[in-house]
């Protein structure tokens, strides 16, 4: 469907996604086929996207990422359609650092 796409003139239009949501390292979680790493160089503050999809592991855990690590981006369609969105931001949340943001 290109999510990503379709989405990232809109973001670019909104300051909060250069400023604020979009710095750091990141990872895009069903990022896959359309990542949101082919549009770093658009968000200044981005230092890397990493894209994780089926390959990787499940997305609701995010095993291997260790937690409270600096994750400024966590951007993931599969929460969009997710049957256990509280569980999902759990874990986006144990990953992120105080600082970072989810989106």
Not at 41 to 56: A, C, H, Y
Not at 66 to 85: F, K, L, R, V
Request: aromatic residues 8%.
């Amino acid at each position: 469907m290109k999510e990503c796409s379709k989405s990232i003139m809109r973001r670019l239009a909104e300051p909060n996604f250069i400023n604020r949501y979009f710095r750091g390292e990141g990872i895009d979680i069903g990022g896959a086929p359309d990542p949101l790493a082919l549009y770093v160089e658009l968000f200044p503050l981005m230092r890397g996207v990493r894209i994780w999809d089926i390959k990787d592991g499940d997305g609701q855990t995010l095993a291997g990422v260790p937690d409270g690590i600096s994750i400024s981006c966590i951007q993931a369609i599969a929460w969009n359609i997710s049957t256990t969105p509280r569980k999902d931001c759990a874990t986006g949340f144990a990953c992120s650092s105080p600082a970072d943001t989810l989106s």
